[in-house]
């Protein structure tokens, strides 16, 4: 019989667990899931080289514009496969949920985690279900951990590999998932609304493999936004990175809110887009095919490496002055993914 | 700088969560982490087959006679692997800290995933850390994610393959773990103190897959205990388990605590032990194997499987008579792993 609300006796791993899995988790994933009620997958010929990743979510609210905690799950975890060179293809999902958690959000949750895991065609083999008592955690968290193949014919990307010269191109604008989630956290509302950019990036990280052979290397830019994912690639890189400001593209409302309250679009983090570094001769075909996907209509080159201020970022600003785009220090907006 | 309690900072993607990993994630694995700081790890030659599990840990308190959530995190994923058939391999750890976590707490909670690691031979190669605000989850939360090779010889390990007449064994004493964690949390002592069986088990299956080629399923019985392990076998082989009463070892002062507490320990969590099924003809070898190798001293033969009671687990008790061993319906014990 099924409860309204999650029971410690869901997590006791007893008959209130199986039919919670077999009743709600795996109904609610839907055709994703393969999931065996075994506790590991076995998976046949994975392939020469795989990736491997996890990632934890306990994004509040579990549902923003734009998105939520399922999607968010599925796509973290894809979207880190993908910036690796791999196509995603198969996750493990660990849920955490409270005491008292409504069992329609989990199977509201869980619903997203189904039509997200289909919509970037990887298959959901194994999971764990959790519960805790009411105060343990914050109503519902999710890890995912994936496993995607790697092609013979892709390079290892990496960002020690960038060198001066190179161009750095990002696939759309910057801020949207944060300002989204940051608008329904504080109730804010706009018009237009500012939704999240939460999406599957595989397919558009193939195509910009394909078109440009130099790609050195590929990053989402989540937590700690752009600038986080390029101080990061200028130390790897042991070389500068200089941006133009007019150039990074951030929505006029993103912009807007982000005056008023304080926030810089370049820290804010993103889920559905990317940032990377390619050799120059690449560059405008690399460009070329970000712009003719649909996930990528709106991606621009931003800037190049250089030799000089090495680790550093140096942002060229509208009216000509530069500024060091410094490492995120502070706790920026807990709780974003 | 380091701070003596983990800060929001920690977790926002910028400097402080560089550092974090830096100076307090990897040189506490020590040499059991290849981890990257790059989002993926890529591993070459997987294997022909491949396991792959999740498991999630809120165990309380973080440290318990016997273990801790390092080494729960890291067997459990092992054990996981390992009841497939699978030799464990890699591990991505995912790390959830409360704001005002002692960093120490953290450093040697980490020591002993890394010691852990060692012990089990995985490697940990990738990982994420979050921080939530106080309140958000209770001190520490990790949930790890493992990938097993399964060699070409191991057979497809399943309790839905378990026939009348095959030989239900267990690798040693039920419910230790189980009242390790409840006694801690109790601020119970008792001499001598019951420690929990938490450790490694893919060693021990090995052996056991070597011994017995008609080997059915093995199954480690964590949340639930063995009740919970044998009702799902006998649903899934759709034939009756009757096992016998005085052949299920449990210590003497395991036994003198449940009773005072009300608790059965066929329910109690086990983390360092197996129940498997074999063939008949096998039975006797497999009990030597075991009995052969340091984590299955007190390996016994417990029960049989019949084509009575389809689907139910039966126990004969010491005076004769029968009883019905329930499939667990209530809460048992929270946050036991």
Do not use: W
Not at 12 to 26: F, H, N, P, T, W
Not at 117 to 144: M, N
Not at 277 to 289: I, M
């Amino acid at each position: 019989m099924e409860t309204a609300t999650i029971t410690l006796a869901h997590g006791a791993g007893g008959r209130a667990s199986d039919e919670l899995i077999r009743s709600v988790v795996l109904p609610a994933l839907g055709g994703a899931s393969d999931m065996t009620l075994c506790d590991a997958a076995l998976i046949s010929n994975p392939g020469e080289r795989i990736a491997f990743t996890t990632d934890g979510f306990t994004v509040t609210p579990l549902f923003f514009p734009g998105g939520n905690i399922g999607r968010l799950a599925v796509f973290g975890t894809v979207n880190d496969l993908a910036m690796v060179g791999a196509v995603p293809r198969y996750l493990a999902l660990s849920i955490i949920a409270e005491e008292g958690l409504p069992m329609e959000s989990l199977r509201s949750v869980l619903r997203e985690v189904g039509n997200a895991a289909r919509e970037a065609s990887v298959r959901i083999v194994t999971g764990d279900t959790k519960v805790v008592g009411s105060g343990a955690v914050d109503k519902l968290f999710l890890t995912t951990a994936g496993i995607g193949t790697v092609g013979g014919d892709v390079p290892l990307l990496s960002p020690d590999q960038a060198c001066p010269g190179d161009v750095v191109l990002v696939s759309g604008t910057m801020g949207d998932h944060g300002v989204a989630v940051l608008s329904a956290r504080e109730g804010l509302s706009f018009t237009p609304q500012i939704t999240s950019d939460c999406a599957p990036l595989a397919h558009l990280a193939g195509v910009l493999l394909a078109a440009a052979p130099s790609l050195r290397c590929m990053r989402d830019p989540t937590r700690g936004g752009l600038a986080s994912v390029l101080n990061e690639f200028a130390r790897a890189a042991d070389a500068g990175f200089e941006i133009q400001e007019d150039a990074v593209p951030v929505r006029r409302e993103v912009a807007a809110l982000s005056e008023i309250l304080g926030l810089d679009p370049l820290y804010l983090a993103n889920e559905g887009k990317l940032v990377a570094v390619v050799g120059p001769r690449d560059a405008d075909r690399a460009l070329s095919a970000l712009r003719a996907h649909p996930l990528g209509l709106e991606a621009r080159a931003i800037g190049t490496v250089n030799a000089d201020h090495r680790g550093l970022v140096v942002m060229r600003t509208g009216i000509g002055t530069r500024r060091i785009v410094e490492y995120p220090t502070g706790e920026l907006l807990p709780r974003i993914c």
